[in-house]
């Protein structure tokens, strides 16, 4: 069964899950333009995702998931909203389905895990899920050690279940190189930002506009967390902080409240502004429905066109 089958959609691209900001008016935008739009809960208490599914509800009548991160201590009360709210489709990250997979799936939830390497997407299919997200280190956000190009393939080959996917994806021929790989979808997240729809900070999508292909780094690989940011005062300062070895504590006592400044509050040089490597490929905002239908047409005309001599 092809992805577009499996989540009832018309094109294989899923909207990636990105905290604060995947809500109802982009995760709406993203499945009335035939995607699946995909709400990030992370940070949010069950009646604030209720309410974001509600809210979607009434901004589209298509298919849309809502993205776990199964560390969050309220993860019990965001699975009921799920199972009552009727939601379809879920995608996870940070840290293991295998307490909740019985229940969604009984529930005829779809489960598709975000994994950074071949060891846990084979765990993920032992598990129950119905397809696989692929993410390799080019992402924005949590990210793992392996690029994608050389992730996919190996994921692909050693799981049956459908793969997507995800990083360093920012257009059509991308969607077309990741199919090559032996995906059946892809996964976007910052091509999405720089979007009318996307309810974000005009600075934030500025931000994304100015970046160069050099300017995302990856911080807190030394303390276990790993995170893709465009690089800033904050940024600057984190690594600073990380060279002279400082206490976790510190870390975290300067990144407090970050994502919220950039997204909520425009300040791009204090604040979190998490995006992937594909920024320098971005030029300009526009409406997601307009993205969509250009991203999908150069693949199929990159694909057309694909020829090895």
């Known amino acids: 069964m092809s992805i577009t089958e499996l989540l009832h959609i018309e094109y294989p691209i899923l909207q990636g899950a990105m905290a604060q900001i995947a809500k109802a008016p982009l995760v709406a935008a993203v499945s009335n333009a035939g995607g699946l739009g995909i709400i990030a809960s992370g940070g949010m208490s069950g009646e604030e995702l209720r309410a974001e599914i509600k809210k979607t509800k009434t901004l589209t009548d298509k298919p849309f998931g809502v993205n776990l991160m199964l560390m969050m201590t309220n993860i019990e009360e965001l699975t009921a909203v799920i199972l009552e709210e009727g939601v379809k489709v879920v995608t996870t990250g940070a840290g293991t389905p295998k307490t909740y997979m019985p229940i969604w799936k009984e529930a005829g939830i779809t489960v598709i895990p975000v994994v950074p390497s071949v060891m846990i997407a084979r765990k993920m299919e032992q598990l129950g899920a119905d397809a696989i997200v692929a993410e390799g280190t080019e992402a924005g ?3 793992g050690e392996t690029t994608t190009m050389a992730l996919l393939p190996q994921v692909v080959d050693a799981v049956s279940i459908p793969v997507i996917a995800a990083g360093g994806i920012g257009d059509g021929r991308g969607i077309v190189a990741a199919f090559a790989l032996g995906a059946q979808g892809v996964q976007m997240g910052t091509r999405f930002l720089a979007t009318e729809e996307c309810p974000v900070h005009e600075n934030f999508k500025l931000a994304c506009l100015n970046a160069k292909d050099r300017d995302t780094v990856v911080t807190g690989r030394r303390n276990g967390a790993p995170v893709r940011s465009i690089k800033n005062k904050m940024i ?22 970050s994502l919220r400044k950039a997204v909520q509050e425009g300040d791009t040089e204090n604040g979190s502004v998490m995006a992937g490597q594909i920024t320098g490929m971005i030029t300009e905002i526009k409406p997601v429905s307009e993205l969509m239908q250009e991203m999908v047409a150069q693949a199929k005309q990159v694909a057309n066109e694909l020829t090895i001599k």
Request: proline share 0%; aromatic share 4%.
């Open 141 to 143: 956000g949590h990210v």
């Open 236 to 257: 600057k300062e984190y690594q600073r902080l990380e060279e002279e070895n400082v206490d976790r504590d510190v870390l975290e006592e300067l990144t407090l409240g």
